[in-house]
């Protein structure tokens, strides 16, 4: 039972869109990611998601060009069912909290999508 | 679908060891918890529970005089089953993430027990 420095943590990778896992609880995982330009349009049938901004900022954009930006201390829970796409500007370190089932591209396949996890 | 302000919401209450909720997602609360003097030692029979920490700092405290200082931008998730015991001599601002069902004391019931949850 050893905690987490979440800035320690977020220097140790360097790669876009691509999730670490630093913890699970209850079926979830605790997923940092590092946002840089447009992610893919998905949505997840089955799951919620929690997006918390440590670093940086991101927009989250939505059906029907509704969007919201998250900045630094922000959290934004997307339900599932509901169509999202992040993007960020520069650089935006987020933390991801939803169920280890999750996939990062939820109903959509393309080459961002991550089968397999990697842990931190 | 709102974005959450963290620094926001804690300024909206006062008082110590009183669960605040505010976000839910996958049958786990996102609640905000104000920490200062020492909570009641317990454990969730069926709950992992993670801490994380946006202000101050506090010690998880195990058995056997094991204890963990968890500080700004750290987190550290108790699992089930095991006693823990929050203690914080200032201050601290906590998100804590635990399934819906999680009672603050867990196996314990006393004047800190909170049965009904207020929302923030």
Do not use: C
């Not at 069912?81 to 959509?108: K, Q, W, Y």
């Amino acid at each position: 039972m050893e905690k987490v420095n979440v800035i320690e943590k977020f220097s140790l990778f360097t790669n876009y869109w691509s999730s670490k896992i630093v913890g699970e609880l209850n079926g979830q995982h605790v997923k940092f990611v590092k946002f840089k330009g447009d992610f893919i349009r998905h949505l997840h049938e089955n799951e919620d998601e929690l997006f918390f901004v440590i670093k940086g900022k991101f927009k989250m954009q939505f059906r029907g060009e509704r969007e919201v930006e998250i900045g630094e201390n922000e959290f934004l829970i997307v339900p599932k069912g509901v169509e999202h796409r992040s993007s960020a500007e520069d650089e935006a370190h987020v933390i991801v909290f939803e169920p280890t089932a999750a996939v990062n591209t939820g109903n959509i396949n393309n080459e961002l999508t991550v089968r397999i996890l990697k842990y931190l």
